[in-house]
């Protein structure tokens, strides 16, 4: 994706975020609580949440950081550098030795937080749906 599309979206997403935690909150509030609106508004979130971080990555990934300055010649086994390797799923940096040992330099957590985020957002998206289903036949009759 180039660059203004991915920000643009972690724009949209940066703001959607809190939008969804307010409307949940006030779904909360309310006495007659939609229980699939609830649901399907912390899917909403969760979505956002792991768009965001996987955007936020893939600018650390994309313009580098201090990432090439960050690798030695030799690591400390003596080994020489051979190459540079940029990965945008799994989000990564990493500098790669001649005897096969590689230093990332992107957190792993900003995988994990995408990867869970991403899976709560499908699991409380499902439940929502299954939620509104199992009541629709029930107000009808």
């Known amino acids: ?19 969804c935690l307010l409307v949940i909150v006030s779904l909360l509030r ?5 229980l699939p609106g609830v649901f399907g508004t912390a899917a909403l979130l ?19 950081g201090p990432f ?4 030695e010649d030799m690591n400390t086994s003596g080994a020489p550098l051979t ?16 005897d096969g040992s590689t230093v990332e330099h992107l957190a792993a957590s900003i995988g994990v937080l995408v990867q869970v985020s991403a899976g709560l957002a499908a699991a409380l998206a499902c439940a929502a749906a299954f939620l509104s289903r ?6 009808t009759g």
């Open 30 to 34: 309310n006495r007659p609580r939609s």
């Open 83 to 98: 190459s540079l390797r940029q990965d945008f799923w799994p989000l990564r940096n990493a500098c790669v030795y001649g």
């Open 46 to 64: 969760f979505g956002c949440s792991a768009t965001a971080v996987y955007c936020y990555g893939w600018f650390s990934v994309t313009l580098g």
């Open 134 to 139: 199992r009541r629709r036949p029930a107000d």
């Open 68 to 71: 090439p300055a960050l690798c």
């Open 1 to 19: 994706m180039p660059t203004p599309l991915m920000g643009l979206l972690l724009l949209l997403t940066g703001a959607a975020a809190p939008a």
